[in-house]
């Protein structure tokens, strides 16, 4: 899994194998498949999951972002399709996804 930050977004790219494992998912819509999808390539990286809360957004959409030493965030990235799209399920289609920074 690939992490790309360009243009006030945030890219994520899977490879075939990560394609692969999704599509032996049967719950892809679940928040909790997508956190479980993610915990291993975000466990030991900078990048985590932000509470819309901390960030004073009023949105469910998932975020992911990162913070600074002082427990401060830098950067957060929302997946602002999350009514009308899956998250893992546009991963899997299409290979990638595109969170919009907030």
């Known amino acids: 899994m690939l992490f790309n930050e360009k243009n ?3 890219i994520i790219t899977i490879d075939d194998d990560e ?8 719950e892809i819509d679940s928040d909790n498949t997508m ?3 993610f915990e291993t390539s975000i466990a030991n990286s900078e990048w985590e999951w932000i509470q819309p809360e901390d ?3 009023l949105t ?3 975020i992911l972002g990162y913070k600074d030493n002082n427990d401060k965030i830098i950067n957060a990235y929302a ?9 893992l399920g546009k991963l899997l289609e299409y290979g990638e996804v595109t969170l919009i920074k907030g």
């Open 60 to 62: 469910s959409a998932p």
């Open 79 to 87: 997946f602002m399709d999350y009514q009308v799209e899956s998250f």
């Open 55 to 57: 960030i004073g957004a």
């Open 35 to 37: 956190f479980d999808f």
């Open 19 to 26: 394609k692969n494992l999704l599509r032996t998912i049967d």
């Open 8 to 10: 006030d977004c945030l």
